[in-house]
């Protein structure tokens, strides 16, 4: 008698990336308590992975998550995985039925939105696991509404954001960019930095604008490091810095290195490096592991693709 293994559940595997913002400028709050932002992404190749795989009718949604960071991930309806498979089996009308397994690649709490690329990633990984066959433009609507930072996942690239950030623009970016990355355990809660840019600038109405960013986007077309370093920009960074002042040291010894241009990455506290070339960057971040400058580095590039099915 031969014994047949039981066939594998489907599932789905997708990948969306991590990303930078190469410059954020910071309105004054508004009074949905958000700040109206214009911010540059850029996508990078450091990722999430998310596989959604088929479970019986009525089980629901569950989430496992692996990486070097999983034990500060949410596994309940709290987590942005979670939120994205319920808003889609919402709008759809189907049951949300699905087995999600996160792993991160992104740091968590670190300013680099690896919790909207599992939002992101989910919406495409469900969307092909239940053979919903969504327009892209729908994909984009249900990011928006999970978040921020969500549609710029789904799009990947390079992109100006305004509104919150989820109003996007696809920019033209020529090349590669090599980043080295510092990363801190210990992440810094988004809200409390936007709260200590409010307090440091005393709610200034400092109107922002894309056309401040002109020196940036043309280092982005010409494909020119040098000049993209010069022009990297950061409204949070000295809240980032208050709140977490170790962070000025990272940044000071990248400067020492050579670096095109230091940055620290959305509200913090991943720090950004510019590099000249890959080994550029496995120097940064060689002297920051050698420093203790940071919890954990890496070194990545820049532009990457945004959320896709493997
Ligand atoms: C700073 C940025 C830059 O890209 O990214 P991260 O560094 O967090 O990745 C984003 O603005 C993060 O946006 P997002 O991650 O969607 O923020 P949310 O969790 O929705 O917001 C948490 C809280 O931060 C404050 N907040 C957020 C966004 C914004 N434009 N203005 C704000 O004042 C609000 O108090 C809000 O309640
Ligand atoms: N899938 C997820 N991955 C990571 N964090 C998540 C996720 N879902 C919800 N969270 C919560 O969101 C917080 C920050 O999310 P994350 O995207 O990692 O950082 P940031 O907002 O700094 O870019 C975490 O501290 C965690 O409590």
Redesign the pocket.
């Known amino acids: 008698m031969t014994h047949l293994a039981p066939a594998p559940s489907p599932s789905v595997r997708v990948r969306a990336p991590?990303?930078l913002n190469l410059s954020l400028r910071v309105g004054p709050v508004d009074d949905d308590g958000y700040h109206p932002l214009v911010t540059v992404f850029q996508a990078v190749t450091l990722c999430?992975e998310v596989t959604a795989t088929e479970v019986p009718e009525g089980a629901g949604i569950s989430?496992t998550?692996t990486g070097p960071?999983a034990d500060?991930?949410?596994l309940d309806d709290?987590?942005?995985?979670?939120?994205a498979a319920e808003a889609l089996a919402r709008h759809v009308g189907t049951d949300a039925d699905v087995g999600l397994h996160?792993a991160?690649g992104?740091?968590?709490?670190?300013?680099?939105?690896?919790?909207?690329?599992?939002?992101a990633a989910t919406l495409v990984a469900c969307d092909a696991l239940w053979g919903t066959a969504l327009p892209r433009d729908d994909l984009a609507d249900l990011a928006a509404g999970l978040?921020a930072?969500v549609p710029f996942a789904l799009l990947g690239h390079t992109a100006i954001g305004t509104g919150r950030g989820h109003l996007l623009t696809p920019a033209m970016s020529r090349g590669e960019f090599h980043w080295a990355l510092a990363v801190r355990d210990e992440?810094?809660?988004?809200p409390a930095v936007y709260r200590r840019f409010d307090e440091l600038t005393h709610g200034q109405d400092r109107a922002v604008e894309p056309a401040d960013d002109t020196a940036l986007m043309q280092a982005l077309r010409a494909g020119d490091p040098t000049a993209l370093g010069l022009a990297l920009h950061n409204d949070l960074q000295d809240a980032a810095l208050d709140l977490r002042p170790d962070l000025a040291r990272t940044v000071e010894i990248a400067r020492h290195g050579g670096a095109l241009g230091v940055v620290v990455s959305?509200?913090?506290p991943?720090v950004a490096a510019l590099a000249r070339s890959r080994q550029h960057a496995l120097a940064i971040a060689a002297t920051w592991t050698a420093e203790s400058a940071a919890d954990s580095v890496w070194c990545t590039t820049g532009p990457a693709a945004g959320a896709r099915a493997l």
């Open positions: 991590g990303k999430e989430v998550v960071q500060q991930v949410p709290t987590n942005l995985a979670w939120r996160l991160k992104v740091p968590v709490a670190g300013g680099m939105a690896g919790g909207s690329a599992d939002a978040g930072d992440g810094l809660p988004t959305g509200s913090g991943s």
